[in-house]
């Protein structure tokens, strides 16, 4: 996969979109699932759980991967209530909940929250932030919401729906620095990270 580094890269995951998201700008990594407890803490909101499951996920696999930059990330979506407060959504999982969630997010304002944690395994040192992105719904007809889902099968993507492909016709508008967050991994952030903390940057890389 794409050029050669000098320290071993590891992404901390199983997902197939951020495996492509590393892909397309040319890093050499290797990637592997963090067996961990991703239930939410009582009281905790959605940037403190994905900053927390995005670091416990780079930490859960020091101990394998002793001599590699490892990758953790994690991604909520908040849906926003008109009282302020705001319920997460996860990945739907099935046809029925995808429906509900499009539904209930018809018309409205979602905030995505994607944790990204880097983590030198070497000298346990790590960095790890939140990026944030918002998406505006315009209104949708529920033909539209069972047309999208059956045509897309948004099933493992949080809030129903995938960004990079047909989902764009969902929205209004969408605003936020790097809009491969919503695909689940804040590009610009990590390779911001790798270039300043470990010198690696694909576009000078042989």
Do not use: W
């Not at 033909?143 to 990079?164: N, R, V, W």
Request: hydrophobic share 40%.
């Amino acid at each position: 996969m794409g050029t050669t580094t000098t320290r071993p890269i590891l992404l901390a995951s199983s997902s197939r979109y951020r495996r492509t998201l590393l892909d397309k700008v040319g890093l050499q990594f290797s990637s592997a699932s963090p067996d961990i407890d991703e239930t939410p803490l009582a009281g905790e909101s959605a940037p403190q759980l994905v900053a927390r499951l995005a670091a416990s996920k780079a930490q859960a696999l020091t101990s394998q991967y002793p001599e590699h930059i490892i990758i953790g990330s994690d991604q909520v979506a908040a849906l926003a209530n008109d009282d302020g407060s705001s319920q997460i959504l996860g990945k739907p999982g099935n046809y029925a909940n995808a429906v509900r969630q499009l539904g209930a997010c018809a018309g409205r304002r979602v905030v995505f929250y994607t944790g990204l944690s880097v983590l030198s395994a070497a000298d346990d040192t790590q960095d790890t932030m939140i990026s944030e992105f918002e998406v505006k719904f315009r209104d949708l007809s529920l033909q539209e919401i069972e047309g999208y889902i059956k045509k897309e099968e948004p099933f493992d993507c949080a809030g129903s729906f995938k960004s990079e492909g047909l989902g764009i016709t969902l929205f209004e508008y969408l605003r936020g620095d790097d809009p491969n967050s919503l695909i689940g991994l804040p590009l610009i952030a990590l390779l911001r990270i790798l270039r300043q903390q470990y010198a690696i940057n694909p576009l000078t890389t042989a």
